[in-house]
């Protein structure tokens, strides 16, 4: 579960990179009731999607000659020694660590099976407002042509716990940081299969956002422009989900977890 107490290795953030930040603010307020608040003029059209007063995620500008997408960032103590460790580990640097003013130091990598994600060194910004809540970041979804090598990546750089469980006919990673149990689960690891594969997934992280109306929230970017990819469906014991599509084409998840 994750909480706003972010520990080394958790996710403490997360951003969308949109070639159209106002056409994005809107698809997603109408989707989550979240209102956009630009960092101001020095910050390249970037902003913070705020829910009731409070910070829940944030969209920019994409990076020039990328595909719309969510990036997720991890908490780290040192971004400069993780960019180390994720090269030592096979992956790869896409961005270099670098300061954001005073909030905070960051930098953004690939990790050897494809997938982008960034880090985070808080400085004034410690990360996300709220997370868990209607509304808000809840877990986090790594899709891997390779889970072994995933784990090892990233347990290497962060020191991830994981527990491979039984779903079906195909085996689902549940990933806690360093030192944390099932309470603590933050996000899961994905195989991806010939035929999801063929359906149009890549090696990607995803971010899900808890919602109480999955149907209704679905039905609403579906009125918007997005596409639903998969879902609404139950699964026994986690809740109902479905995967999105915005107008832009940067893919999310939403779920109502269960109680």
């Keep these: 579960m994750l909480t706003t107490n972010f520990v080394p290795g958790a996710p403490n953030w997360v951003d969308l990179g949109a070639p159209d930040v106002a056409a994005a603010a809107d698809f997603y307020g109408a989707l989550f009731g979240w209102e956009f608040q630009s960092a101001g003029p020095d910050a390249g059209g970037y902003g913070m999607l705020t829910l009731n007063g409070k910070v829940v995620a944030a969209a920019g500008p994409g990076e020039e000659g990328t595909e719309p997408a ?24 896409r961005s270099e660590p ?15 099976t494809g997938a982008q994600f960034a880090v985070w060194q808080p400085g004034d910004t410690k990360g996300l407002e709220a997370v868990t809540e209607p509304g808000t970041l809840t877990w986090t979804e790594l899709h891997t042509v390779d889970v072994t090598a995933a784990k090892a990546f990233y ?33 899961g690891m994905m195989q991806l299969t010939p035929e999801m594969a ?19 929230v679905a039905a609403e970017a579906t ?3 997005g596409i639903v990819a998969a879902g609404p469906q139950d699964i026994e014991g986690v809740g109902r989900f479905a995967v999105l599509v915005d107008p832009a084409g940067a893919p999310f998840s939403i779920i109502k977890s269960a109680s």
């Design 155 to 187: 347990n290497a750089v962060f020191g991830w716990n994981t527990e491979d469980m039984p779903m079906g006919d195909f085996t689902y990673t549940v990933v806690a940081p360093a030192g944390g149990g099932e309470k603590e689960s933050q996000g």
């Design 70 to 93: 969510w990036t997720i960032y991890f908490q780290v103590a040192d971004a400069d020694a993780t960019a180390a460790a994720v090269r030592k580990a096979g992956g790869s640097v």
């Design 223 to 225: 009125k918007r422009g």
């Design 198 to 216: 063929a359906g149009g997934m890549v090696t990607r992280w995803v971010p899900y956002f808890e919602v109480e109306d999955p149907d209704g």
């Design 98 to 112: 670098m300061d954001v003013f005073t909030a905070g130091r960051m930098a953004q990598f690939t990790d050897p």
